[in-house]
């Protein structure tokens, strides 16, 4: 017997897909399989075309322009989105960004006024300001709202530098939208995800050696996968996490909870 799909007829839009490898084009995958009608926003001209293919191959036309550090761009987006719904179920936000330099060496000394103001901005209070501009559609559908956080926002670790305090505030701006907007339905959580290879993770020097040592001291000896990610994420925004908001849900093969581990030699070292 078919089942419906766990998002069967939801309306969501997904902000941050930049290509295949994306953790939002595999979370709009996923929302897609369970029967989601998707609307996307790109950063920027030079990945409008990429998008709007990917798009197309989730049957979406709804494919909209979107520099999350402008307040005129994220009204129009919301506009956009409302000559087309009366309502929005889902709100995936996978987006983020820090300079080059302050993503490498030591974070005292790479970290300016600038650099702190630029990551905290695109990656923590774009939560905020698309939230606050898409509030009325997503209280009509007493809407369920994810963002993508990582391990940096509660430990500190190389080279990940001030993205670790934006993902920080992400996290507690997690936590004030899911009290302050309960009353009108909606949820809002995190996927706290382990490292997986795409243009973003590409930024971070050091990011192979990451995963190796994940993969050797993790739970489940293993890195986990963008599918698994969109899995947790499509959870969240399903009906199935209707008793859950304001949570950081970690899909990392378990690796943020251990305290010391002696690591497995590499595979293949005997
Ligand atoms: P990605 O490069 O595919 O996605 C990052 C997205 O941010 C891109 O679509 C980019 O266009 C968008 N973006 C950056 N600045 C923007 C702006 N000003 N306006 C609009 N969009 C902007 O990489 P990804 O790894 O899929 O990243 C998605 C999210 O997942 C990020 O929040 C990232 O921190 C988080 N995350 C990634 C990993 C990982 O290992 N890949 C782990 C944990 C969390």
Redesign the pocket.
């Known amino acids: 017997m078919n089942r419906p799909g766990l998002v069967q007829g939801k309306k969501a839009l997904v ?5 295949e ?4 084009w595999a979370v709009a995958q996923a929302l897609a399989r369970e029967g989601a009608d998707l609307a996307f926003s ?2 920027g001209e030079r ?1 409008g075309e990429r998008v709007r293919a990917l798009a197309s191959e989730v049957g979406s036309t709804v494919v909209e322009p ?4 402008r307040d005129e761009d994220i009204d129009a987006l919301a506009r956009a989105i409302a000559g087309r719904w009366d309502r929005l179920d889902i709100l995936v936000h ?4 820090a300079p080059r330099e302050a993503l490498a060496g030591g974070f005292t000394g790479n970290t300016d006024r600038e650099a702190f103001r630029l990551a905290h901005d ?2 923590a209070y ?1 939560l905020v300001g698309l939230v606050r501009a898409l509030r009325p559609l997503l209280a009509a559908a007493a809407g369920s709202v994810v963002t ?3 391990l940096g926002a509660e430990r500190a670790l190389p080279n990940y530098n001030v ?1 670790g305090p934006a993902k920080a505030s992400l996290e507690a701006s997690v936590r004030f939208l899911a009290f302050d907007l309960g009353p009108e339905g909606i949820r809002v959580n995190a996927v ?5 290879k ?4 590409a930024g971070i020097p050091g990011f192979r050696r990451m995963l190796d040592h994940v993969q050797r001291t993790a739970p489940l000896r293993r890195s986990i996968t963008a599918e698994e990610v969109a899995n947790a994420a499509l959870f969240l925004l399903s009906g199935l996490a209707s008793g859950v908001s304001g949570e950081t849900l970690y899909v990392d093969a378990g690796y943020h909870i251990v305290g010391m581990a002696f690591e497995d030699p590499p595979s293949g070292s005997g």
Do not use: H, I, K
């Open positions: 902000v941050g897909v930049a290509s490898r994306s953790l939002a790109y950063q990945l979107c520099d999350v550090s996978a987006v983020a960004f695109v990656s774009s993508l956080s990582y993205m706290s995800a382990g490292p997986v795409t243009l973003a993770a």
